[in-house]
């Protein structure tokens, strides 16, 4: 049975990665770091069927022993903070856990066991201010954001690993990509669960940043499924993840309002405390690599993540009554 020891598996990739994993067999080891109260929202409906480990990545005595006592074979790296707003805030803290965390991780591989097969979870935020559109593996970084500089890093490392040690240590630059189970501080979340409180006559306006912003999102389950395939090739690569299109903030208001027949204009606020010191204004990737080496293809457009969302907040609400306050 293979074993994947995956960082961050409370978040939302981590949660779909074990679920995509435990159908394929294999036993899976999920590190968390220690809080005064557990955060396994996402992870409560198969927590019986992992492995919860204790571990952080600003440790990196805890990332040894855990490889030392679980000797997985796969370790997906997909712990950090990762909301874009708080790097700017917390740009410190932020560099510790998404760039140099990477290199704890990947430094407790080389002593433990280097035949460990690693996935780093690198993004487009890399791109930032994009010089070339669209954005491939080959596409210069010029990242706009603390978060985006610690990931340059966090790519450069895997790949020096990779180089310098023999590391099957593969890089996944993947867009933005979606859930229901994305945070509520995510703009496409945002708006889902603001919908589905108008809706239902809990709340009366959703207040937002730059409506010009655009992005090629994409639907979570099928961006984990390419992390898999990224460590089941014969050799590690680097490989962009993402659907080639592109749609702004305004377009995911105007579909998500209209699926449940409301006019997005009545409700959308512009409330300047959500720009950014410097914004990523366009996204779109070229994913040709991972189609014909990895047969990777997403599922879901566009127009059905926006609904799939909403439904999904409009179930839960009318399931819970929940009055979770609208959130930054
Ligand atoms: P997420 O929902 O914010 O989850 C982040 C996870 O990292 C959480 O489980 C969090 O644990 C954990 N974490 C944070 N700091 C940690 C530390 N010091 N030690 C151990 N664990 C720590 O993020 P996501 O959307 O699933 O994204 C997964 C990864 O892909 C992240 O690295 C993100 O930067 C990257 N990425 C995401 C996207 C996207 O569109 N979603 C695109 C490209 C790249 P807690 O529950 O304790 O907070
Ligand atoms: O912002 C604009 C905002 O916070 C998207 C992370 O997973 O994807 C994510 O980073 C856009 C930005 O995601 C609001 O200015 C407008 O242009 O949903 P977001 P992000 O910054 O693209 C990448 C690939 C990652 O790697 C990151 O980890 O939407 N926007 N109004 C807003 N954004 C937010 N959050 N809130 C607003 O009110």
């Given at each position: 049975?293979?074993?994947?020891?995956?960082?961050?598996?409370?978040?939302?990739?981590?949660?779909?990665?074990?679920?995509?994993?435990?159908?394929?067999?294999?036993?899976?080891?999920?590190?968390?770091?220690?809080?005064?109260?557990?955060?396994?929202?996402?992870?409560?409906?198969?927590?019986?069927r992992?492995?919860?480990?204790?571990?952080?990545?600003?440790?990196?005595?805890?990332?040894?022993?855990?490889?030392?006592?679980?000797?997985?074979n796969?370790?997906?790296?997909l712990?950090?903070?990762?909301?874009?707003?708080?790097?700017?805030?917390?740009?410190?803290?932020?560099?510790?856990?998404?760039?140099?965390g990477?290199?704890?991780?990947?430094?407790?591989?080389?002593?433990?066991?280097?035949?460990?097969?690693?996935?780093?979870a690198?993004?487009?935020?890399?791109?930032?201010?994009?010089?070339?559109?669209?954005?491939?593996?080959?596409?210069?970084?010029?990242?706009r954001?603390?978060?985006?500089?610690?990931?340059v890093?966090?790519?450069?490392?895997?790949?020096?690993?990779?180089?310098?040690?023999?590391?099957?240590?593969?890089?996944?630059?993947l867009?933005?990509?979606?859930?229901?189970?994305?945070?509520?501080?995510?703009?496409?979340?945002?708006?889902?669960?603001?919908?589905?409180?108008?809706?239902?006559?809990?709340?009366?306006?959703?207040?937002?940043?730059?409506?010009?912003?655009?992005?090629?999102?994409?639907?979570?389950?099928d961006?984990v499924?390419?992390?898999?395939?990224?460590?089941?090739?014969?050799?590690?690569?680097?490989?962009?993840?993402?659907t080639?299109?592109?749609?702004?903030?305004?377009?995911?208001?105007?579909?998500?309002?209209?699926?449940?027949?409301?006019?997005?204009?009545?409700?959308?606020?512009?409330?300047?405390?959500?720009?950014?010191?410097?914004?990523?204004?366009?996204?779109?990737?070229?994913?040709?690599?991972?189609?014909?080496?990895?047969?990777?293809?997403?599922?879901?457009?566009?127009?059905?993540?926006?609904?799939?969302?909403?439904?999904?907040?409009?179930?839960?609400?009318?399931?819970?009554?929940?009055?979770?306050?609208q959130v930054g």
């Open positions: 049975m293979p074993k994947a020891l995956i960082t961050g598996i409370t978040g939302q990739d981590g949660s779909y990665l074990a679920e995509f994993l435990l159908d394929r067999g294999y036993e899976v080891i999920g590190m968390v770091r220690r809080t005064s109260t557990t955060n396994f929202d996402r992870i409560r409906e198969f927590q019986d992992i492995t919860i480990v204790q571990g952080d990545l600003l440790d990196q005595v805890s990332l040894i022993h855990l490889l030392q006592e679980h000797r997985p796969e370790v997906y790296n712990a950090a903070q990762s909301f874009v707003p708080t790097s700017f805030t917390q740009p410190v803290l932020t560099g510790e856990f998404t760039a140099l990477v290199t704890r991780l990947l430094d407790a591989i080389r002593i433990v066991d280097r035949n460990i097969r690693f996935y780093q690198s993004s487009s935020e890399m791109f930032g201010k994009v010089q070339e559109v669209p954005q491939r593996e080959t596409t210069p970084f010029y990242p954001s603390p978060y985006g500089a610690a990931k890093y966090g790519h450069w490392i895997t790949v020096n690993y990779r180089e310098s040690y023999g590391l099957f240590a593969c890089s996944g630059i867009f933005n990509h979606e859930s229901p189970r994305r945070g509520l501080e995510f703009v496409t979340r945002k708006i889902s669960h603001a919908v589905a409180r108008i809706k239902l006559g809990m709340a009366n306006e959703v207040r937002l940043g730059n409506l010009d912003a655009r992005r090629d999102w994409g639907y979570a389950p961006y499924r390419a992390m898999w395939l990224m460590l089941q090739q014969d050799h590690p690569d680097d490989y962009v993840v993402a080639g299109e592109t749609h702004s903030v305004r377009e995911f208001c105007q579909v998500a309002f209209d699926h449940v027949g409301l006019d997005w204009e009545k409700y959308v606020v512009v409330d300047p405390k959500f720009y950014r010191p410097a914004e990523v204004d366009l996204l779109v990737g070229d994913a040709s690599k991972a189609s014909r080496v990895l047969h990777w293809k997403p599922t879901v457009t566009f127009q059905q993540l926006v609904r799939i969302m909403v439904d999904a907040d409009l179930t839960a609400l009318q399931q819970t009554g929940n009055h979770t306050p």
